[in-house]
């Protein structure tokens, strides 16, 4: 069975651009998480979908950040514009069980 | 959720046990203990997780206190490879999201 996968694995993009990080869940899990870890701090929720719906958003931290989850499978965190403070790593997780999976994690780099 | 407090560092010969201690003395009824470990920059890796007795699997076993105050993580026979930051987590029985602390990192030498 295939885990968590994330793409791209690493992104470099200048202030004020726009990214855009996808997470493919492990099939069949209803839930999806995003947490990120930016440097030298622990790793902080973002936000879970239950299926196509937003369950709990309140870590996003500000208006620049778009998650979507259309369909109830894949998700897509896009940020627009970035900002040097959203460099970091990006994990995406999924359960369907008490327990949430992790994929490898997606290292942006804002210049 | 409640809090939890892990040492910032831990040493572990390899071939040994290595025994992570979590204190979760606010922890409540409901909520459950689960251990994650970070491998240099990896994802999460679910490790283990329980209410009140004692679990085991293929990874490790995890000892809690009688009045679930605190656990014991015990990897049985460490390896390099284990070498990582531990995570104590605890969380109520739900689909909730997980707050990640500062761990315990595990260092395992030859």
């Known amino acids: 069975e295939a885990g968590v996968t994330q793409f791209p694995s690493h992104s470099v993009i200048e202030k004020g651009q726009t990214v855009t990080l996808r997470c493919d869940p492990i099939s069949g899990h209803d839930n999806l998480y995003w947490y990120r870890r930016v440097m030298g701090k622990e790793i902080k929720f973002l936000l879970h979908?239950?299926?196509?719906?937003?369950?709990?958003e309140s870590g996003m931290p500000n208006n620049r950040f778009l998650a979507e989850r259309t369909g109830g499978t894949y998700s897509t965190l896009k940020v627009q514009p970035a900002e040097l403070e959203d460099s970091g790593v990006y994990f995406c997780?999924?359960?369907?069980?008490?327990?949430?999976?992790f994929g490898p994690g997606t290292r942006l780099t804002v210049t | 959720d409640a809090k939890t407090t892990q040492p910032t560092s831990m040493d572990c010969a390899e071939g040994r046990a290595a025994n992570l201690p979590c204190n979760h003395s606010?922890?409540?009824?409901?909520?459950?203990v689960y251990w994650y470990r970070q491998i240099h920059s990896q994802g999460p890796q679910y490790i283990i997780h329980?209410?009140?007795n004692n679990e085991t699997n293929e990874m490790a076993s995890l000892i809690i206190t009688e009045d679930r105050k605190s656990s014991t993580l015990i990897l049985p026979h460490a390896t390099l490879r284990d070498t990582a930051v531990y995570y104590c987590?605890?969380?109520?029985?739900?689909?909730?999201?997980?707050?990640f602390g500062s761990g315990t990192k595990l260092n395992v030498k030859p």
């Open positions: 997780a999924s359960s369907q069980e008490m327990e949430q999976y």
């Open positions: 987590i605890v969380r109520k029985h739900n689909f909730n999201k997980f707050y």
């Open positions: 606010t922890i409540s009824g409901n909520e459950y």
């Open positions: 979908f239950v299926k196509e719906s937003k369950q709990d």
């Open positions: 329980g209410l009140k």
